[in-house]
Each structure stands twice: as structure tokens, then as C-alpha cells.
């Protein structure tokens, strides 16, 4: 009758571990964000854009896609927060409803190549022979373009829809993934910890998902961050040449596009905003990538 309760007790060790790791995660990242200035302010300019993608089409003041003669080319006013475009759209509401569609685009795009690039250069440094040769080939070959001409000849070849931007962003993207995963793969192959999972009877792909895997995901996160800036700023830079998303469809790249040519003539605002949008968000991300650096590295916590 006594031993019922030991058995509930040693079963409740090892969630009452994952609860205290998580605790202390929780405690070093408010340290961490709360003595660097720089990396609060990057995870508060983080909250405000997604809060801008989940909420901001359904607060903005206009209807982005509202077109109105009478109010062309207005200056910023306190109707019109950012001004108007050539067809008397508000700008304001049309830079935070882009903010949903640039920001999916790089979600998807870094999750994508995060699950296919990191997979493959697990594959590659744990098993090593063909699966590394397959992956390095691969890498190597993406490599030798130019990667943003190489995302304008993908999206040009299947078409400038939002599903090709995301395929030609995660593939431009593939060779940093495969070649981080693979480095600390090989690494940790044949560390302590994998050698007492083999002798447990674990087979490889067992290994490669359950122990070595988790083991680089704090460094893949870290990538991740880094890449989404790049992503943001791949999918306007297509969309300011005329290849990635169509208009009238609300998007950075294609706002500061319409409003390059009328700087000249006195209309700055059409461009300006939109540009510091884009911005802020790829600034916000790199910033983001110090930041969970310091905070999933084990060896800078106190």
C-alpha cells in the first residue's frame, strides 16, 4: 500500500524538471531583455508587428484598397496619418495591412528551409557518404548564383504568385540551414550522450531526431531570426521589380516602388513610409537574432 505513492512521485520528476528548465529559460530571457536596452526594444518592435499582422486590417482607418480622385497626392494630415497615393489611397492603412502579407511570407518561407534544410544537413553530417555528398552538391550549386538573381529567375519561371516567393526564399536560403545543421551535427555524433543512446539499443534516425536534433534547435532559432530580415527584404525587393506580389495587393516592396518616381517632384511620403516599415522590421529581426543568442547559449547564463 506504501509503494503507490513512490511510483506517482517518480513519475512526477521528470515533469517537475521540464517546469524548472522552463522557469529558468523564462527568468534568464527577462535578464537578458531587461539589461540590454537594444534587445527590449527589438522584442517590443517584434510584438508591435505581429500585432500589426494579426489586428491591423481590421483597425485601420481606410480601406487600403479604396481608391478616392478628390484626395491624391495629399500630404500626412490628420485624416490621412501617412498621406495619399496617386489614386487617393491612405497610405497608413496600406502600410500596416502589408504588414500581414510580408510577414507571412517570411514565416513561411524561414519554416519551410528551417524543417527541409535542417533535416538535410542532419542527414548529411550524421550519416555522412551519399546523403552528405547529395546535400553538398546541392548547396554548392545554389551557391554559385547569385541568390537574389536566383529568387527573380525561380519566381519569373513559375510566377510572381505569394506561394513562389515563398519557395524561392526558402530555397535561396537552403545552403545556411544545410551547412549549420550539418556543421554541429558532426560535432555531436559522437559525443557522450549519443554513444549511451546508441548502446540503449536507439536506432540512427532515432538518434539523429530525438537526440541530436534538440540539441542544435537553439542555434537553428538563432538562424531563423537572422533570416527572416533577409526574407522580408527578398520579398520587396521582387515585388519593386515587378516580379513578386501583384498590386493593387498592399506590400512594402511594390509601395516604395509607385511612390521612387515621385520623390522628385515633392511627393516623399508615398515612398518614405512604406521604406522605413521595411526597415524597421529586418532591423528588428537582426536585433532579435543577438538577443536569442544570449538567451539559448547555456554559457551566458548566470
Known sequence: MTAAPARTDAAALPTAKRQTALMATLSHARHVIGENPVTGFSFG???????CALIGPSIVPHDPLSSDTAATLQAPSAR???GTDQLGRDIFSRVIVATRLDMAIAI?????V?????????AAGFFGGWADRIVGRIG??????PLFVLAMGIVAALGNTVTNIVIATAII???LYARLARTETIIRRDVGYVMAARLTGNSDLRIALTTIMPNILPLMMVQMSLTMGYAILNAAGLSFIGLGV???TPEWGIMVAEGAGSIISGEWWIALFPGLALMLAVFCFNLIGDGLRDIVDPQRRT
Do not use: C, E, K, Y
Request: aromatic share 14%; hydrophobic share 60%.
Open 45 to 51: 518592435l517584434l510584438a508591435i508587428l505581429l500585432l
Open 80 to 82: 490621412h496619418l501617412f
Open 108 to 112: 513561411f518561407s524561414v519554416t519551410l
Open 114 to 122: 528551417f524543417v527541409v534544410g535542417g533535416l538535410s544537413g542532419i
Open 140 to 145: 554548392d550549386t545554389i551557391m554559385a548564383f
Open 173 to 175: 536560403n537552403f545552403p
Open 246 to 248: 501583384r498590386p493593387p
